[in-house]
């Protein structure tokens, strides 16, 4: 069972002061098209993995909000707290789609990415959702979607 609820104001400019930073790490600007953002967060983490680059904590949690913002923009899905089974420890913000059955945290994920030796899914899972070929799943579940 997942518990929902909106963040915080402060949680949401935080967000926004991320995503900024992570906008200009790409010299790219609001008015960027979000399949042009989530294709240069692509291309970057995929250079960064393949010279072997460590990604600092910083420049994570940046990608990341402006990932999840891409979310947000262009596929209409909303920034959210989640918590599973009741379990504080076992709990996430992120973002999740219009009627909360699916879920992404898109730091956490971000940082995945970079630790992991699959590939860099990004595009394909933007691409994915957009094209409407995800899981149709119990509303309020936020099942995680990477």
């Known amino acids: 069972m997942a518990e ?5 104001e402060e949680i949401q400019k935080e967000l926004e002061q991320l995503a900024e930073k992570g906008l200009a790490l790409l010299s790219l600007s609001e008015t960027t098209p979000p399949q042009e953002i989530v294709a240069a967060i692509t291309e970057l983490t ?3 993995r393949a ?3 460590l990604m ?8 990341g ?24 420890a076992n709990g996430a913000i992120g973002v999740l789609n219009h009627d909360n059955s699916l879920f ?5 994920w971000m940082d995945n990415i970079m ?25 309020n579940s936020a ?3 990477y």
């Open 46 to 48: 995929r250079d960064y």
């Open 4 to 8: 929902i609820n909106a963040i915080s």
């Open 51 to 53: 010279n072997q680059r």
């Open 143 to 145: 099942s995680g979607l």
């Open 115 to 139: 630790v992991s030796e699959g590939g860099v899914p990004f595009m394909l899972s933007y691409n994915m959702i957009a094209a409407g070929q995800t899981p149709v799943l119990e509303p």
């Open 104 to 108: 992404n945290n898109p730091i956490g």
């Open 56 to 63: 600092d904590d910083d420049v994570i949690y940046a990608l």
């Open 65 to 88: 909000a402006l990932l999840g913002w891409q979310y947000v923009k262009g596929l209409n899905w909303h920034w959210g707290s989640v918590v599973w089974d009741f379990d504080e």
